[in-house]
């Protein structure tokens, strides 16, 4: 209610205290000051597009009375389009829409977008359309440029200048709003990866641990052997539990083969990509991709974090301000990186390093010539490079990490117990052993009241 109050009366108001440092602090932020003056230039241009569909849906319904649908449209073949460098080349070339859609399936979506934009009789405009009427330009100038719809191209602008202020809004209006909401939506995910990195953490350190075992062993057989101070049949009782010691060692890592992943030296931007390695991938939705990011800039405002700076340096946090739109394969990636020169009890023996990618957020009005008829010929939009959320040098710890983060994360007392497939029970029933030997040392459930709550 908020959010469209802001839009309809115009946002200058809200911008009334907005500092020059830091301007995503404001309610609206991120609104075009004339949004007022936008929504009606919206609503009348959604409609001369949505005329024109029409006149198009009608010839093609009337040859379809007249003939059968084969002779009129040619028949869509997917996976024959999937596998073409340019796609759908009949149907474009027969004027017809891309993809599977025809002409009145194109009309039904553009004749609903007009309706639910605005209410005549109630003259009351709807402003969670905004991101569909803007999704449905961007869609049918990418893959419909050669229909030449008039007005599509100007629709498109007014649309991309509202639902960039629109949609990072509709996860509160405000930054306090926005770590509320957002701690809400990705509370489980939220859990999930903090589990996921504690338990890497533990597990490197109980491998740093068996090897330092290991090295004390060995040097300590070094000085007895040297020094001949054990009788013989002491050394050969030492030397069978050396024996029987090594032997479950050797099983410990056959058990351990199946698991084992490694970088690509190829594609790997470390000094050491064939270093042993996990990796875990979330895919998940739109809604939980702002609101894991809202949570990550934000957390340091909650009032149990006052004083603390946030995750993010200021020049990522102006970036993100900028990007409105976290797009189809936007990203978020969360490296953690151990220091093996640094004692284990050190919290900085662990850092954590954060990107993010705005996926295919680039506008089909492309102005480059060469860009613009690639993403016409081929119909995809390129993905965004990775982005820094931290300044270069800096050293965020995963023990400060885990306390910014832990007051919105689902306890992992919550989760459900794991559970194995139907048809499954001898393939995961090690794996099963291993995640239940790595969850309990999981210590967040003992201190939860005391450290997050």
């Not at 084969?70 to 891309?98: E, F, H, M, S, W």
């Not at 990195?197 to 060995?218: F, G, H, M, Y």
């Not at 270069?392 to 117990?417: C, H, N, Q, W």
Request: charged share 30%; proline share 5%.
């Amino acid at each position: 209610a908020r959010l469209n109050e802001i839009i309809t009366s115009g946002v200058k108001a809200a911008h009334s205290n907005e500092t020059p440092d830091t301007p995503w602090m404001v309610d609206g932020a991120g609104l075009p000051s004339n949004a007022s003056e936008l929504l009606p230039k919206l609503v009348q241009l959604t409609k001369k597009v949505t005329d024109q569909v029409r006149l198009l849906a009608n010839e093609e319904h009337e040859q379809l009375a007249e003939t059968a649908s084969y002779d009129v449209i040619p028949p869509y073949d997917q996976a024959k389009a999937l596998g073409k460098t340019n796609i759908d080349v009949d149907r474009i070339a027969a004027g017809l829409p891309c993809g599977s859609e025809g002409f009145l399936l194109m009309y039904a979506r553009w004749i609903k977008l007009e309706r639910d934009l605005y209410n005549e009789r109630k003259e009351r405009f709807d402003i969670t359309q905004i991101p569909d009427v803007y999704d449905s330009c961007k869609y049918d100038l990418l893959h419909n440029a050669h229909l030449n719809l008039e007005g599509l191209d100007e629709l498109f602008r007014v649309g991309q200048l509202l639902a960039d202020g629109v949609i990072p809004n509709e996860y509160g209006i405000n930054p306090m709003q926005k770590l509320k909401i957002g701690s809400k939506i990705a509370r489980r995910l939220l859990g999930k990866i903090l589990i996921d990195l504690r338990n890497t953490r533990e597990e490197a350190i109980s491998v740093a641990e068996l090897k330092s075992n290991q090295d004390q062993s060995t040097k300590t057989g070094k000085e007895e052997t040297e020094y001949q101070l054990k009788a013989h049949s002491k050394n050969e009782d030492v030397r069978r539990a050396s024996f029987t010691s090594d032997r479950s060692m050797d099983q410990d890592d056959e058990d351990d083969k199946e698991t084992k992943y490694r970088l690509d030296p190829k594609y790997a931007n470390v000094k050491t990509p064939e270093r042993h390695v996990r990796t875990r991938l979330y895919f998940t939705s739109e809604s939980h991709i702002h609101s894991l990011m809202n949570v990550l800039r934000y957390c340091n405002l909650d009032e149990s974090l006052q004083g603390e700076d946030s995750l993010f340096c200021h020049s990522a946090l102006e970036r993100l301000y900028k990007t409105k739109e976290l797009d189809y394969m936007s990203y978020i990636v969360l490296r953690m990186f151990e220091n093996t020169e640094v004692a284990l009890e050190d919290p900085k023996r662990f850092r954590i390093d954060m990107t993010f990618s705005r996926g295919a957020d680039l506008s089909p009005l492309e102005k480059d010539d060469s860009e613009a008829t690639s993403l016409h010929q081929e119909h995809k939009l390129p993905i965004m490079g990775p982005e820094r959320l931290q300044e270069v040098g800096s050293y965020l710890t995963l023990e400060k990490m885990e306390k910014m983060i832990r007051p919105f994360a689902m306890p992992p007392e919550d989760f459900p117990p794991p559970t194995t497939p139907h048809g499954f029970s001898g393939y995961f029933s090690k794996s099963a052993a291993v995640l239940e030997r790595l969850v309990n040392l999981w210590p967040f459930h003992k201190h939860g009241t005391a450290n997050g709550k």
